[in-house]
Nanobody, 125 residues
Framework: QMQLAESGGGLVQSGGSLRLSCTAP????????IAWFRQAPGQELEGFAC??????????KYADSVKGRFTISREDAERTVFLQMNSLKPDDTAVYYC????????????????WGRGTQVIVAS
């Protein structure tokens, strides 16, 4: 059974913004690096952002496809990781997942042991 939970997806116009949240009520969430993945229809799962735990240094990584538009952050007091998505484009349409593991292999989905069920993002043109 998955331990994470994503929220905040929806339908937005091109150029708009959304903020996704990722929480985990049943494990020591703040000590894990958290990655965001997405899967567009007919496409492979894409890892595009990761944030280290604060104990690991809190470093952030982004794929070129989202760098400058998306911002990953975490609020330990809320046991939550956020993904602020700005300047959204139609090709950002996908199901978005968060996963707990290590940013050292931040694009490799098989290295992440805890996943959410995903939240749908649709960007209309």
């Amino acid at each position: 059974q998955m331990q994470l939970a994503e929220s905040g997806g929806g339908l937005v116009q091109s150029g708009g913004s959304l903020r996704l949240s990722c929480t985990a009520p049943v494990f020591n969430f703040n000590y894990y690096d958290i990655a965001w993945f997405r899967q567009a229809p007919g496409q492979e799962l894409e890892g595009f952002a990761c944030i280290e735990s604060n104990s690991n240094g809190g470093d952030r990584k982004y794929a070129d496809s989202v760098k400058g538009r998306f911002t990953i952050s975490r609020e330990d007091a809320e046991r939550t990781v956020f993904l602020q998505m700005n300047s959204l484009k139609p090709d950002d349409t996908a199901v978005y997942y968060c996963a707990a593991g290590s940013c050292r292999s931040w694009t490799r989905a098989s290295d992440y042991g805890f996943w959410g069920r995903g939240t749908q993002v649709i960007v209309a043109s």
